[in-house]
């Protein structure tokens, strides 16, 4: 089983005209005219999560015709018409982040999210929201806040973006950071990975045991580049109790 992670910033040079025509969605080839900044941003994202996937396939030597093969499920989920490939994309600010895992026969799924706060908010509050009492105490124990917080955000929208599941959900996610377990009816057993050493704050849902071997690379001068990081939590999701 393999699983890459690759993640790139849209203020950066990257080729998207160099991927052939075929593999390129029609509306990914021109930007929407007369649109305002915040959607030319949203469109750069998506143009560069896709170049991302597009260089993740080559990287996992999978035929690259797939990109020109996804499609959206009932949820809205894009995804490949094949159920040992999976991969997923995050976008927060100027920075994207794609997730590919490649299985040998099982199914593959995996969900990803990172997220870059450009300010300070009443996480106490938030919480309330969704966050189990046991969480909410942890959190009030911790010297950063903001990482906490974005711990417990992040690792429930990895989980349920993996099925194409909506935020509503986020309650439903039990999750103990003491022991780094979850618990989820919306994805299946697996393992998770949360790391605060990115410019972002990331966390990546693959099934089984995939996130051990789990390879991160950043695009910079004009190729993806491997990234060895030093300080990533890993959770173990809907283990046996």
């Not at 071997?213 to 950043?218: G, I, L, V």
Request: glycine fraction near 4%; include cysteine.
């Amino acid at each position: 089983m393999t699983t890459l992670i690759a993640y790139a910033n849209i203020q950066q040079s990257f080729p998207f005209g160099n991927m052939p025509l075929e593999l390129i969605p029609e509306k990914l080839r021109l930007l929407p005219k007369n649109s305002n900044l915040r959607v030319q941003q949203r469109y750069r994202c998506r143009q560069l999560a896709h170049f991302l996937l597009w260089n993740l396939a080559q990287k996992a030597e999978i035929n690259t015709a797939l990109l020109g093969q996804i499609y959206r499920t009932t949820s809205g989920r894009p995804q490949f018409p094949i159920d040992n490939i999976d991969f997923n994309i995050s976008h927060s600010g100027d920075w994207v982040a794609v997730v590919l895992n490649v299985a040998e026969h099982e199914k593959s799924v995996v969900g990803i999210d990172i997220e870059f706060p450009k300010k300070t908010r009443n996480y106490t509050a938030l919480l309330r929201h969704f966050a189990s009492p046991l969480e909410q105490q942890w959190f009030t124990q911790q010297a950063n806040p903001r990482q906490a917080f974005y711990r417990i955000w992040c690792l429930r929208e990895a989980i349920l973006k993996s099925q194409g599941v909506g935020i509503v959900k986020l309650s439903e996610v039990q999750h103990d950071p003491v022991a780094k377990t979850l618990h989820s009816a919306y994805c299946p057993q697996g393992q998770l990975t949360f790391t605060s050493e990115l410019p972002f704050y990331l966390a990546v849902f693959a099934e089984q045991s995939a996130m051990q071997n789990a390879q991160y690379f950043c695009w910079q001068e004009n190729h993806l580049c491997q990234n060895q990081l030093q300080n990533i939590l890993i959770y173990t999701v809907n283990s046996p109790k």
